[in-house]
Structures are given as structure tokens and as C-alpha cells.
């Protein structure tokens, strides 16, 4: 989506984008109302050279608050395929490798990605569900430095689901969801990934498709939206699909068995960009035992994580993160829990530099953990 001249002219210039940025407080210079006016009067100025581009987070602090509710970092996706153009490229994190492993799946090549399925339990070929497992069996090599166990968040979802009568449908077609393209301005690779995966859904003959990854929801929901027009099928965050069917599947929960102090991080793409606050803290308090607490900044004003999409990890990245783990610590949390895969990888390696003692859990394993 790219704004109008007319939307454009709603802005108030009260800075609230400004004043609510993350990055506004550590990087010089860096202004979404500035950039706004200077990009109006000059779409292909020096927008297109600017590293500004790069730096936001698209963590949508600012379009949440901005009263006009102008979409920025949907604003400023739209220009960064043309300044890829121009030779004004990110900074990716890994290497590249995460891009890299996202180009060759949109090039159509076979995978085996669900070996990790057939060991968690019952999975289908066809049927009313599909589960989206997006990147995590890539996750799962990649960040075993952390002592993360990613594929135990894909593993506790089909379990779940068999624990509920469901065998959902695991695809070896499924590929990246293209979230990340989308976001890097590579509208090539994230139109050739979103066709196979379309294909593939289709194929399987699902009504719902549930995504544990909220950035693949989130891309599902406006990428997808904007290329495919209205979705044939169903498509829910698992936060939002347990909260709506658990309490007609029987399933049960043993309590927190000690008492450690929980918290939840909202990923962006869960919270501000998708709207849903209430279900995964629905599901914690399930199972709490009355000890969750919420962070300082929580919900609509939650800390991003620090970076998205492998790209432009920086010092104002660090430093949200470790602001993210001292605000834990200063409500007493032992464990942060989380729903979004890179909330998980972020913190964990930021805390691994850091005397903090904390957990930080993925979802899907604590409320597996707690089943009867
Ligand atoms: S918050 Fe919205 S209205 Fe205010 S300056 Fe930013 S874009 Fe303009
Ligand atoms: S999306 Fe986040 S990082 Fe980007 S300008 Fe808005 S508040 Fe700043």
C-alpha cells in the first residue's frame, strides 16, 4: 500500500510517529514524520538513497498511535524494492542466509521439511486443516548455538492439534512465506514463494490454515490479501484458533506447578499488526496458577524484540532488547514467554551476553508442557 497525496495531507505533524520510535531515540536524524513530508515532495528523492529506509523496524509503534492512522511502515515497504533498485540495499543479518534459503525455495526446489512431523505424531496429505509451519525446521539447525530446540514449537503444535481429534495437513511444498521478502523490498522472491504456497494450500483442500509464526499470519493477511485478492480459506494465529476451540475439546491443563513468575513479549506482527492481544495471554493464565504478570510496556505499547525480517541488527536493536529483559526483571519474571519464533531467537541471544536469569519460552511448548 502506498499512501495518497490526500492521506498524506491528514497528517497533523503532531510527532507522536517520532516521539513513539524505538529507533527515533538512538539513530541521529532518523524522523517517520520527516521522512513522510520530504518523501510527498519528492517521491524519488533521497528516499530512495537513504539508509533511513533500512533502519525502521516496521514495528508499527507509530502508525498504532498516530491519530490519523497513517500505516508508515506500510508506507516505507512500498519504496524499498526501488531503492534496492538503485543499489541501496539492507544490511542482512546471518550472512544473508535466511535470504538465500528463501530464493532457492522460490526457485521450486523439492524439500524434505517434515520428518520432524511424522515423529511429533499424526499429520495428513489432504484435509480441513493446514499447518503452516513456515521457516522454524530452518531454525531449528540454524540456531542450535543457542541452545534453542525451534522445532519443539512446530512438534507441540501438531500435538496439540492430534491431542484435539486433529491431523493437520504438513506440507513438503509449503515454502517460506515471504514474509521477509516482502519487507526487504524483494516483491519477486515474496510473489513466486506466496503462488507456491496458494498452490499448495489449495492443493490440500483445507478451510483453515493456522500459522504459529505470526509473521507468516501477518504476511497471509496483507501481503496475500493484496496480491490474491480475499482468501478462500480461513486463516488464524494458533494463539487465536486454541482460545476459540479449546474450550469445546476437552483438553485440560495441569496448573504451574511452581511459583515462578510468567511473562508474555507481544511480537509486532501478533499484536500491533494483527490486532490480537488478549488470546495467548488467555491460554498463559490457563496455566499460570495466578503468577502471570505483564511487563511495563505490554499489549498496544509493547518493546519490539529488536529486529525483523534478518535485517539491520544494530545497537538500537541490542538495546531493546536488553531494555525488554530489564523489564521483565524488574516485575520479577523468571520466564518470559513468546509467540514468534524470532521474539525467542532475539532475546535469547541478547541474554546469553547478559547476567540476566531469565527463560525465554516459546508458547506452543509451555502450554504442551502443562496438558494432562
Ligand atoms: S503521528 Fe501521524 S499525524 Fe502525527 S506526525 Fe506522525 S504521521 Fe503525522
Ligand atoms: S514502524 Fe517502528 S521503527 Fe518504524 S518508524 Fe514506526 S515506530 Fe519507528
Redesign the pocket.
Known sequence: MQLSQQQIDFCMECGV?TG?????MTLEG?S?RQMIKRTMADPEGDILESKDLW?????????DRCPVKID??AF?RTFREKAVEKGNTPRLSHHGMFQTISSIQAAGTVQNRIQWAKEAGQIAETGDYFYFTGCIPYYDVAFKYLDLQMIDHAKNIVRILNRMGIEPVVSNDECCCGHDAWWNGDETTFSNLAGQNMKTIKQSGAKTVIFGCPEGYSVFREGYAQMFGELEFEIIHITEFLARELPESGLAFKPESTDETITFQDPCRLGRRSGIYEAPRELIRKVSNGHYKDMAHNRENAI?CGTTAWMECSACSKAMQIQRLEEASQIGADTIVTACPKCQIHLTCTKKNTNQDIRVVDLMSYIADHLE
Do not use: G, N, T
Open positions: 510517529c513513539s520510535c524505538p529507533v527515533s532518523f517517520p533502519a525502521c523496524l516496521s514495528c508499527s509503534r507509530c502508525s508508515f511502515p516505507i519490539c
